[in-house]
T-cell receptor, first 114, second 112 residues
Framework: DAEITQSPRHKITETGRQVTLACHQTWNHNNMFWYRQDLGHGLRLIHYSYGVQDTNKGEVSDGYSVSRSNTEDLPLTLESAASSQTSVYFC?????????????FGPGTRLTVL | DAKTTQPPSMDCAEGRAANLPCNHSTISGNEYVYWYRQIHSQGPQYIIHGLKNNETNEMASLIITEDRKSSTLILPHATLRDTAVYYCIVRADPRSARQLTFGSGTQLTVLP
């Protein structure tokens, strides 16, 4: 079955380190998204992509970057991790040819920055 | 995208219908209403969406008022596994792949 996976599921890192979170989907969806969720808040968009070589900044993009070299993957990089980036990160994808009404979410990555 | 207002929490008895309200008084004519839910520690899950007409699928029903300023998500026979945070989202032009804007949602607790 097609799916969307994230790795690692849990990560502890130190302030100042570069961290990359992986997102892989097997639906061949053109649209992919990264969100973060903090305690007491809804999901906030970090970056999104409409296809290969396309990336766009979301609501809270400072300190994060993404690249899209193929349809299946959208890795999220924290250039220099900060304690404020401790959060749960969700990746999602959607199919524009199907109307893009439904976004499929991954299981999340819990990141702790010490 | 129009903003939405939902009650922060609701309880429902197991086996009864859960009716979750959402106000979106500034909704525009081309904006859809979406419902997602998030079970604790999991990624959000799509439930249903609608534009003008009421909609039903295997999970739920969506009732949109005639003026489209509010809607209600109905879970016809709530189970304990329906305990989750439910998000009502309004968004225009989904085929442009614009992001979902999540608010605080409603914490639904299904009681045994």
């Amino acid at each position: 079955d097609a799916e969307i996976t994230q790795s690692p599921r849990h990560k502890i890192t130190e302030t100042g380190r570069q961290v990359t979170l992986a997102c892989h989907q097997t639906w061949n969806h053109n649209n992919m998204f990264w969100y973060r969720q903090d305690l007491g808040h809804g999901l906030r968009l970090i970056h999104y992509s409409y296809g290969v070589q396309d990336t766009n900044k979301g609501e809270v993009s400072d300190g994060y970057s993404v690249s899209r070299s193929n349809t299946e993957d959208l890795p999220l990089t924290l250039e220099s991790a900060a304690s404020s980036q401790t959060s749960v990160y969700f990746c999602a994808s959607s199919d524009p040819s199907g109307g893009a009404h439904e976004q499929f979410f991954g299981p999340g990555t819990r990141l702790t920055v010490l | 995208d129009a903003k939405t207002t939902q009650p922060p929490s609701m309880d429902c008895a197991e086996g009864r219908a859960a009716n979750l309200p959402c106000n979106h008084s500034t909704i525009s004519g081309n904006e859809y209403v979406y419902w997602y839910r998030q079970i604790h520690s999991q990624g959000p899950q799509y439930i249903i969406h609608g534009l003008k007409n009421n909609e039903t699928n295997e999970m739920a029903s969506l009732i949109i008022t005639e003026d489209r300023k509010s809607s209600t998500l109905i879970l016809p026979h709530a189970t304990l596994r329906d305990t989750a945070v439910y998000y009502c989202i309004v968004r225009a032009d989904p085929r442009s792949a614009r992001q979902l804007t999540f608010g605080s949602g409603t914490q639904l607790t299904v009681l045994p």
